[in-house]
C-alpha cells in the first residue's frame, strides 16, 4: 500500500472526522479519502466513520438539494443534457458544431458573473449570437424547470442572503485560486464562520537537473515509463511516482501501449500503473460494441466485428456464426443476416424493434434495454471484466431517459444522444492506488510524490497559447484575472503551474521530444535545465526506446532470445489427412505452410464478399469447363457445344453468387461467354483426341503418404497416348515442373499416379487467349506437348522416375514433420500467404532500428 498523495495534517484529519472537506478537484478529493484511511490504517484502527470529502461541484450540487422547497424550485441538469439541450437551441444549423464553446461562455458568464455586462457582451457580432442562443438556451431550461451547475454559486449566495445556513461547516483544500463567484461564495460563508481553509505546506523546489532529449513523443512516454519501472524496483515499498502527461484522455490508447512494452511480464497493469482518471468510457470495448449493436439496426456492420461478437459474452444469446460465409456481403445489417441466415434470435430483435413506439425518449430507452438484454447483454455476471463497465453504460441510459425535453426521437438520434452522454465519461480505475501516476499537466495541485517525470516540455508544447472564449469579447475575458486570456497572464499562469510542479517533489525530470510537431522542437523557455542530455543519462539500456514491445524485438538488443525446432511431431502411420495434392504442393512451397495447413489444420479465411474474387473466378471457370466437357467425348462434341448449354450452364454456375448486382452479373455472363468461344476455338485447333474422363478421383500412396487426387480431365490422341489436362486461369509456365522442389507438383503427381500417362499439360485459360502446354513422349505430334529434354531427360519415363524421388522426398519430410520456415521463393510464396503472422518470416530479416535521440 502505498504513501498517501496527500499529506493529512492534525487540521485535515479532524475536518474529515468532523465536518465536511471541500476540494479543488475531484482527484484531491479522492487522494485525501485514501489519506484518511491510510492513515487510519495506520493506526491500527479497525473501523472508522468514513469521511465526508467532496469536490466542489458535488459539494455545491449537495448544498443546492439541502435548500428548502420554496428555494428548490428546478433540478440540476447534468454536464451532457445542458450539452444536448444547448445544440437544440442553436439559433443557426451552422453554429451546432460550437456547442461546446457556447457552454464554456454559459459558464463563463455564470463563474464570473459576467451577465453585469450584458450590454457590452453584445457590441460584437459573436456576442450578439451569443446572447441569441443564450436566450433561447435560458427558455429551454425554464421550460424544463431546470438550471445548470454553474448556476449554482450564485443561487446558494442568494439562499445565504435569505437565511438559509448549509448542514455542515467545510473545510476548503486547494481552493486558493478559484472563480469570483466561488470566491464571493466562500467569503460569505468564511463571515458566518462556516468556512476553515487550510493552508498547504510550503515545500522546497526540487533541484534543477538536466532535460532529456527523445526522438518522438512515444519514445518520451516509453522512457519515461521505463525510467519509473526501474524507480520502483529499487524501491519497491512506499513509492509513490508521478508522470505528468499532456491530454491523457485523448492518447490514452497510445499511453497504454507505452506501459505495455515497459512492462511485458506484468499480467494485470492497473496494479502498477494508474492513468488519469481511467479510461475514456467510449473506447471500452463493451461500450463500443453496445452502441455498434443500436446502430446495426439501422445501419450494416462489417462481417470481421459481426464474427468478434460472437464470442462477446455480452452478445451470448445472439447465435452470431464464429465464421460467415463468403458469399455474404461484407457488410450486413441486421435484417440482411437474419433473413440470409435464418437466425431466429436475429428476426426476433427486428420483430420487437419493428413494433417499437419511439413517441417518447423513455420509450425510446425502454427499447434499447431490452433489445440489449434480448442479445444477452445482461448474462455479465458481478465478477466479470465488463461488469464495472455496463453498470456506467447503465447510468448513462439512465440519464438519457430523464431527458424529458426529447419529445419526439428517431433511432438514429436517439443513438447518437446516448453516444453524446456517454462521451465525457470515463470508467473508474481498476486500481486508482497503484503506485506509478500518470497524471494530467493540470492535477498536480496539493499531490506529493517522490518522484516526478514531467514530458511533453517542448518549446512548441509548453507554454502552448492561450485560447480565449469566441463568444464574449476579448476586453471582457481581458478583466477577469483569474481566466488568464491575455498572453502575459497566461504565461505567468503556465509559470505557477511550473513551479507547482517543481514543489510536488524531491526529485524531478523534465523531458521533450524532438519531433514534437511538424518542425524540430526545442526544451521550453519555463523549464529550467542544466543542459540537454540524452536518455541513456536516465536509464541504463536505451535499446527498448528503439525497439518498441520487447516480444517484437531484434535479437540483436538481447531482449529475446531466439528458439529454432524445424520438427513438429510425426505423422502416425494409420492416421487419415485431407489435401490431397495441395497438401504436396503446400509442403514444397514451404514445409511450415505444409505443416500448419495440414497438420494444425489452418485454413486461409475465404472472407464474405459481395463481387466475385479472383479465386470465385478461377472456380467458376473450372466448373463452368466441367459442365460443357461432361458427357462430351471428342473435339467434335466440343466443337457442337450449344449457346443454350452455355446459358444453362452458367445459370447454374452463377446461383451460388446471389449478392452479386445484377448489372455486375450481366457483365460476368458476357466475360464468361467471350472466354468458351475461345476455348471452343482453341479446343478444335487442336489434332484429334477422344476426352476419357473429366474430375476423375485417384489414390496414391507415396511412401507411408496416402492421398486422394482428382483428375481435371483425361485425354486420348490419335497415336493412343494418354494426355491429364489441368486448367489454370492463373499464370502457369513449365519450370513450376523443375525438379527438386517443384512450385506446381499437381501434374506431376498425376503423371507417376499411372504408367500409361504419357504427357501432362497446362491449359491455360485467360480473358483474351486459352493455349494448352505440356510435357510428354518424344512420340507425341503436338507442338503444345514439348519433349522431356526440356529438363535434359531422355525420356518422359525417365522424367517420371525423378519426379517420384522429388516427391517421395517431400512426403517423407511431411510425415516426418519437417515444419521448417523455408519458402520456395519469398518474393511469391509469402507475398500470397496467409500464415506470416504465425511464421514471423519477415522478423527473421528485421532492418535495423536508429536509436532514439
Known sequence: MRKPLIHLHSDLDAAASEGVIVTGTRRQARELKYAYDHQKLKDKKTSWKSARILPVKTWLQHCYESFPTELKTQTILPQNSSLIIAEGSAPLDIVRSHTAQFMEAWDLCWETNLWRDRSEIGQTENGKLFLRWADAFQKNLKNNSSITVSELPLRII????????????????????????????????????????????????????DIIEFGTTDQEILGATIWARNALSNNPHDCRIGIVVDDIEKNYGSIRRQIGSAFPDITNLDEI??????????????????????????????????????????????????????????????????????????????????????????????????????????????????????????????????????????????VSTIRATADSRSSAPKTTFAPIQIIGRHDLSELEFDLLWVSGMSDSSWPGTNRPNIFIPNRIQVRVETLAATPNSWLKHTSQITQNWRTSTGKLQFSYALRDGENDSRPSILVPFNKIAQPSKVLPNTNLISFGHPWIQNTGMNATERFVDDFGSIV?????????????????????????????????????????????????????????????????????????????????????????????????????KKIITTWIDAETARPDY??????????????????????????????????????????????????????????????????????????????????????????????NIYSPQFFNEESFISLKNVWRESLLKTSSEFMAGYAKVEPLDPNKTCRQCDLQSLCRIYALHQPKHNHAR
Request: charged share 25%; with cysteine.
Open 158 to 209: 442568494s439562499a445565504l442572503k435569505q437565511g438559509w445556513v448549509p448542514p455542515h461547516s467545510i473545510c476548503l483544500f486547494g481552493l486558493s485560486h478559484t472563480t469570483p463567484c466561488l470566491s464571493e461564495l466562500f467569503k460569505l460563508l468564511s463571515l458566518q464562520g462556516l468556512t476553515k481553509t487550510y493552508e498547504t505546506r510550503i515545500r522546497p523546489a526540487a533541484k534543477t537537473s
Open 273 to 414: 500503473v494508474n492513468i488519469g482518471s481511467g479510461q475514456p468510457l467510449l473506447t471500452e470495448s463493451l461500450c463500443t460494441d453496445t452502441l455498434d449493436f443500436l446502430d446495426w439496426f439501422k445501419y450494416p456492420q462489417d462481417y470481421r466485428k459481426l464474427e468478434k461478437w460472437s464470442n462477446r459474452p455480452y452478445f451470448c444469446k445472439l447465435a452470431l456464426p464464429k465464421q460467415l460465409s463468403h458469399t455474404l456481403p461484407e457488410r450486413l445489417t441486421l435484417n440482411e443476416l437474419a433473413m440470409l441466415s435464418n437466425n431466429k434470435q436475429l428476426l426476433e430483435l427486428m420483430h420487437k424493434f419493428e413494433a417499437s413506439d419511439l413517441s417518447n425518449i423513455t420509450n425510446g430507452i425502454q427499447l434499447v434495454v431490452d433489445l440489449l438484454d434480448m442479445a444477452g447483454w445482461n448474462e455479465i455476471s458481478s465478477d466479470s471484466e465488463y461488469f464495472q463497465v455496463r453498470e456506467q453504460i447503465l447510468d448513462v441510459l439512465a440519464e438519457t431517459a430523464s431527458m424529458n425535453f426529447l419529445k419526439h426521437t428517431t433511432w438514429e438520434d436517439l
Open 572 to 672: 502416425p502411420i494409420n492416421q487419415t489427412l485431407r489435401g490431397g495434392s495441395s497438401l504436396i504442393r503446400n509442403q514444397t512451397l514451404c514445409a511450415f505452410r505444409g505443416w500448419a495447413k495440414h497438420r494444425l489444420d489452418l485454413k486461409e479465411r475465404l472472407s464474405p464478399h459481395r463481387f466475385p474474387s479472383l479465386l470465385d473466378r478461377g472456380n467458376m471457370v473450372h466448373n463452368l469447363l466441367h459442365e460443357l466437357t461432361k458427357g462430351k467425348e471428342s473435339k467434335l462434341d466440343i466443337a457442337n457445344i450449344t449457346d443454350k448449354e452455355v446459358d444453362e450452364a452458367l445459370n447454374q454456375i452463377l446461383t451460388s453468387f446471389n449478392t452479386i448486382p445484377p448489372v455486375t452479373l450481366a457483365q460476368e455472363k458476357k466475360r464468361f
Open 690 to 783: 477422344t476426352i476419357e474422363d473429366v474430375e476423375q478421383e485417384r489414390e496414391i500412396q507415396l511412401a507411408e503418404l496416402h492421398i486422394k487426387i482428382r483428375l481435371d480431365r483425361i485425354d486420348r490422341i490419335n497415336d493412343g497416348s494418354v494426355i491429364i489436362i489441368d486448367y489454370k486461369t492463373g499464370s502457369s509456365t513449365l519450370t513450376s515442373w523443375k525438379p527438386p522442389r517443384m512450385s506446381e507438383p499437381q501434374l506431376p503427381l498425376y503423371a507417376i499416379s499411372d504408367d500409361e500417362v504419357n504427357a501432362i499439360a497446362f491449359m491455360s485459360i485467360n480473358d483474351d487467349s486459352v493455349r494448352l502446354r505440356g510435357l510428354g513422349d518424344l512420340a507425341i505430334e503436338d507442338k
